[in-house]
């Protein structure tokens, strides 16, 4: 019923900047949150950014000051600016969301396919 795509990710050189954008399409009644994962290949994901129904944002320690992630309800679409990239920033970049499909749906996670992003010279 819920469908995320990622778009944005790529490869840039350290200190470069990207955004990152996760478009929700299908049926959606309510979002409590948004948020980026990252995977590293031999690394358990962790939680990047993430953003509440409210406006409320939280980052990861690694990048608090560098990233921001941002939202546009009307399009069902949240963002991840990316700055001043680091080459340990280099992962594979999850968009997930905490969404209810449906009126008489429950809350569920919905997680995207997935954009590389390499950070490297």
């Known amino acids: 019923q819920v469908q995320l795509v990622e778009s944005g990710g790529g490869l840039v050189q350290p200190g470069g900047s990207l955004r990152l954008s996760c478009a929700a399409s299908g049926s959606i009644f309510r979002t409590y949150n948004m948020g980026w994962y990252r995977q590293a290949p031999g690394q358990q994901r962790e939680l990047v950014a993430i953003?509440?129904?409210?406006?409320?944002?939280n980052y990861a320690d690694s990048v608090k000051g560098r990233f921001a992630i941002s939202g546009d309800d009307a399009k069902n679409t949240v963002y991840l600016q990316m700055n001043t990239l680091k080459p340990e920033d280099t992962a594979a970049y999850y968009c997930?969301?905490?969404?209810?499909?449906?009126?008489?749906?429950?809350?569920?996670?919905?997680w995207g396919q997935g954009t590389q992003v390499t950070v490297s010279s």
């Open positions: 953003i509440t129904n409210e406006g409320i944002t």
């Open positions: 997930q969301g905490t969404i209810v499909a449906t009126v008489s749906s429950p809350v569920r996670a919905y």
